[in-house]
């Protein structure tokens, strides 16, 4: 049977600028391989499933997939399926929030204003510190050779999926960095991480940090935005107290442009500590997939 089908960008108010998303909003009937071969198919790095929550607190119920497996939590699939849900009607806030039912468990998304201005936020999983390390640790001295090094020291968190966090010196060496492929493979194989995660102060007035995300295994690309990679960056400036001076806990991040897109993510930390990820959409294709059903 036809399903309503759509792609969107995620953290972005214009085609081409975010990251990009399929979303299959009604997915009853569809068993893991037909899902796997769909998101083989789009060949876009994830695609999400829709299916009608068993929660009675839940607004809805995911899975998601990127071209090579389930992922069990990805913040630009999260948000990105809240806006789709929203823009056809299959959902209503209540008191302000989404509950998203799926692998990870139920999570709530924050819904702010209407239309072309209206923001989403998921709050991720707790990020946690694996570990501290040096620049000169052994298995990361490949991957940060030739880079001039922010303040705080290099961390490896766990947000459900591990990343190291490198803060370098400034945002121009940070957009002009040329990574080491071959290290930071090395460097994601050996700690079983997705790879490097740079980070630098900015002096732009729309966003606080650019950062870059550069994934080693199992396969070897930079991120376009991150949601789930930023929210634990989050976590770690909180434990380090080294939170942007803004409001509530809120800054924006850049990340994108040395691949071509344009980001722009919004973070908030509460007072509870808990980290949200969010920031606009945009529906670039609507439709319908046919597909067989298994």
Request: hydrophobic share 45%.
């Amino acid at each position: 049977m036809p399903r309503p089908f759509v792609q969107l960008d995620v953290f972005a108010s214009r085609p081409g600028a975010g990251n990009p998303l399929a979303v299959v909003l009604d997915a009853q009937g569809l068993d893991d391989a037909a899902m796997q071969a769909i998101a083989r198919w789009t060949r876009l790095p994830e695609t999400t499933f829709v299916f009608p929550p068993t929660a009675p607190e839940a607004t809805h119920a995911i899975r998601i997939f990127s071209p090579r497996r389930e992922v069990p939590f990805a913040g630009h699939p999260s948000v990105g399926t809240a806006h789709a849900l929203l823009e056809a009607g299959l959902v209503t806030p209540r008191g302000g929030l989404l509950v998203q039912q799926g692998v990870a468990g139920l999570l709530p998304l924050r819904v702010q204003g209407e239309g072309a201005t209206r923001t989403l936020a998921v709050r991720t999983p707790r990020a946690r510190v694996q570990e501290i390390a040096t620049a000169d640790d052994a298995r990361l001295a490949a991957a940060l050779a030739g880079l001039r090094l922010g303040a705080l020291p290099p961390v490896l968190m766990d947000g459900g999926r591990r990343w190291w966090l490198v803060e370098l010196a400034d945002e121009a060496h940070l957009r002009s960095m040329q990574p080491d492929w071959d290290a930071i493979a090395a460097l994601a194989e050996a700690t079983d991480s997705m790879g490097l995660f740079v980070y630098a102060r900015s002096h732009d007035p729309v966003y606080y940090y650019a950062v870059r995300a550069f994934v080693g295994a199992p396969a070897r690309f930079e991120d376009a935005a991150s949601g789930a990679a930023n929210a634990t960056l989050a976590a770690w400036l909180a434990a380090r107290g080294a939170l942007p001076p803004s409001p509530g806990g809120f800054y924006r991040v850049s990340q994108g442009r040395e691949v071509g897109f344009d980001a722009i993510l919004e973070l908030t930390v509460d007072a509870q500590g808990e980290v949200w990820s969010g920031g606009r959409a945009v529906t670039v294709v609507r439709g319908t997939l046919d597909w067989p059903t298994p």
